[in-house]
């Protein structure tokens, strides 16, 4: 009744609760966000630390690791050369043989063409080089300031004392270590290549022995992919670059500017470094163009460049190299930038085709069509960012009009 009443009164029995559902483990700091972080913090630490010490590895043992690279791309660039002349009946030493040699005659041929071109030529470059010094003489005395005859002569001391010095004889040995070191690593490669050309499928079966099911298969696809992409952008930038050279070559012979066929070789070279060796093969054609031939035919060779480059951009990469070889030239320029600080000139040159080759291998991860799941692509719900919204009104009304 109340609350001071004598007779208490009767209690209602509750019930317990009943349990619906298990609380599972208790939480632990792991399990918030801030615990994610912190372990995909520490994965990515061991991950760079692992690269780090791959880098390292492979810096230490450049001598093995460079030669054999460029032996397998060389051999997948080649090898199907060397496969036809088998299946012709030829044998596998002698075809292996053949190839060898007709790439040192092509390499052979168009050394011996680029020296003749500069003998042939070294008179004229030797009178315009003198003609060029007396210019650029008349313009210093136009200038507004002179050097003294002390500077001069301090320049040419600190020369000759840094030509004395210790300094000189140290970058002296080191360039002959060096050049020791590229014919070593030159006759390593060519022996690599020879045995890849002659025994790489069956080198490649030794080495997938340990794996079994899905993981020899996987293991298969990765190898065909890689030697698929390195053949295929090997041969399409060589192709690519044989049509630069053979395009700026012939405007430069049609202009009549000195050692024309030497900067075709070296526009041919330089090919091989998207982007950035077609601007540099550019410029030095248009400055052997300035000094030789005067400001207005170096200005029409920038626009042959210019129009070959973009023909090559457009139209030949594509069809030559297809679309799925092609990478984002985003890609490209950050993939130079860190091949050059990484490796210098060898690193400008195989970044770029050893991307493309992580490319492939992850597209064909989970089956020869399958790329990864994380490289998949997504269907979009929103629009992408930064798109035109004119695009997304006209796909609405698209996609209404259909309906």
Same mark, same amino acid.
């Given at each position: 009744m109340s609350l001071f009443s004598r007779r208490p009164e009767p209690r209602t029995v509750v019930a317990p609760a009943v349990v619906s559902a298990d609380p599972g483990p208790p939480r632990t700091l792991w399990a918030d966000g801030f615990g994610r972080l912190a372990v995909r913090g520490v994965q990515i630490i061991v991950v760079v630390v692992l690269v780090a010490g791959l880098i390292w590895g492979i810096r230490q043992l450049t001598l093995v690791i460079i030669p054999l690279i460029l032996a397998l791309i060389f051999a997948s660039a080649f090898g199907p050369v060397t496969m036809w002349m088998r299946r012709k009946g030829v044998p596998a030493v002698l075809a292996t043989l053949l190839t060898l040699l007709a790439v040192v005659a092509v390499l052979g041929a168009l050394g011996w063409l680029v020296a003749n071109a500069v003998i042939n030529q070294w008179d004229y470059l030797s009178s315009q080089a003198v003609e060029g010094f007396q210019r650029a003489q008349d313009w210093y005395h136009t200038?507004?300031?002179?050097?003294?005859p002390e500077q001069v002569n301090q320049a040419v001391q600190g020369i000759q004392s840094f030509v004395t010095s210790s300094e000189f004889g140290t970058g002296a040995l080191a360039g002959v270590? %060096?050049?020791?070191?590229? !014919?070593?690593?030159?006759?390593?490669m060519v022996v690599i290549l020879f045995f890849f050309l002659k025994d790489g499928p069956r080198m490649w079966e030794f080495v997938l022995r340990p794996f079994r099911g899905a993981d020899y298969d996987r293991a298969r696809r990765i190898g065909d992919k890689t030697v698929t992409v390195l053949g295929s952008y090997v041969r399409g930038t060589a192709s690519v %670059?044989?049509?630069?050279? !053979?395009?700026i070559g012939i405007g430069l012979a049609i202009l009549q500017v000195p050692l024309a066929l030497p900067l075709a070789v070296l526009v041919f070279l330089l090919a091989f470094i998207p982007i950035v060796g077609a601007v540099t093969a550019g410029i030095l054609a248009a400055l052997v163009a300035l000094v030789t031939n005067g400001p207005i035919v170096a200005l029409i060779v920038v626009g042959i460049v210019v129009a070959v480059n973009q023909l090559e951009g457009n139209f030949l990469q594509p069809v030559l190299m297809g679309r799925s070889m092609k990478l984002h030239s985003f890609v490209v320029l950050v993939v130079l930038a860190g091949g050059t600080a990484i490796g210098g000139i060898l690193g400008t040159l195989l970044a770029v085709p050893l991307t493309a080759v992580a490319w492939g291998i992850v597209t064909v991860w989970n089956g020869p069509d399958q790329p990864a799941e994380w490289a998949r692509p997504k269907k979009r719900r929103d629009p992408v960012p930064f798109a035109d919204t004119n695009d997304a009104d006209e796909k609405k009304k698209k996609t209404k009009s259909k309906a």
């Open positions: 200038l507004p300031f002179a050097i003294s270590s %060096a050049i020791a070191s590229f !014919v070593t690593g030159l006759v390593l %670059a044989a049509v630069d050279a !053979v395009g």
